[in-house]
């Protein structure tokens, strides 16, 4: 597609019922990146992948947060269990990446998650 | 560590000058980046410099970088109205397994008419 797209834009749920966020990155990027984004927080890094590996999954907050991505495309971000605290705003990003080089990363308008 | 700071507010009015200010912490960064969030959107690339400069000018935006200082600003001239947005600034984090942008907080610049 043209841009970075997210699905859904909004999502509902209740504590303890289980999430799963979808981004289709720019076809061709072989970087793809998770963020979060809190009132007062910034943007939160959660993992990145090369590829189809996460080399740097060090931001997920906690195990019961996982992202897949397949065939070196789409990626899916699972929240397990959902809490109020994972209310957030999840940002996609990717990028062509050229290592040690500049890169230009290209964001998705997000997934607005509520958790009641 | 990894630590980028920058104030949550910014007001000013139409045609004035607005200066967004950023602190980070990360001395090996190479890049430099200030990105912009509109309502409802995703993040957009303003503008970036390298850190072997001083400066850069970009028609309405210039980007100081003071590296001894770990001190980064925007200055947007002549400011409009749809300039207000939320600036964040991002210093690259590359090395190793890694490859990731450290984003601060965000500036909320509100332009009045």
């Not at chain 1, 981004?23 to 984004?37: E, K, V």
């Not at chain 2, 430099?32 to 503008?47: D, H, R």
């Not at chain 2, 925007?74 to 397994?97: H, K, M, P, V």
Request: proline letters at 3%.
């Amino acid at each position: 597609g043209a841009g970075v797209s997210q699905s859904p834009s909004n999502k509902v749920t209740e504590k303890g019922k289980d999430v799963e966020l979808r981004c289709d990155p720019i076809s061709g990027h072989t970087a793809l990146y998770w963020y979060r984004q809190s009132l007062g927080q910034g943007l939160e890094f959660l993992i990145y992948f090369q590829g189809n590996s996460a080399p740097d999954k060090s931001g997920l907050p906690s195990d019961r947060f996982s992202a897949e991505r397949t065939g070196g495309s789409v990626s899916t971000l699972t929240i397990q269990r959902t809490q109020q605290e994972d209310s957030a705003v999840y940002l996609c990003a990717s990028s062509s990446l050229r290592q040690g080089l500049n890169e230009k990363l290209f964001f998705g308008s997000g997934t607005q998650l509520s958790v009641l | 560590g990894e630590d980028v700071e920058q104030s949550l507010f910014l007001s000013v009015r139409e045609g004035d000058s607005s200066v967004i200010n950023c602190t980070y912490t990360d001395s090996s960064s190479t890049y430099l980046y200030w990105y912009k969030q509109e309502p409802g959107a995703g993040l957009q690339l303003l503008t970036y410099i390298f850190s072997n400069m001083d400066m850069k000018q970009d028609q309405r935006l210039t980007v100081l970088l003071n590296k001894k200082d770990k001190h980064l600003s925007l200055r947007i001239a002549d400011t409009q109205t749809g300039d207000s947005a939320i600036y964040f600034c991002a210093e690259r984090n590359y090395g190793g397994a890694t490859n990731k942008l450290i984003f601060g907080t965000g500036t909320l610049l509100a332009v009045q008419p």
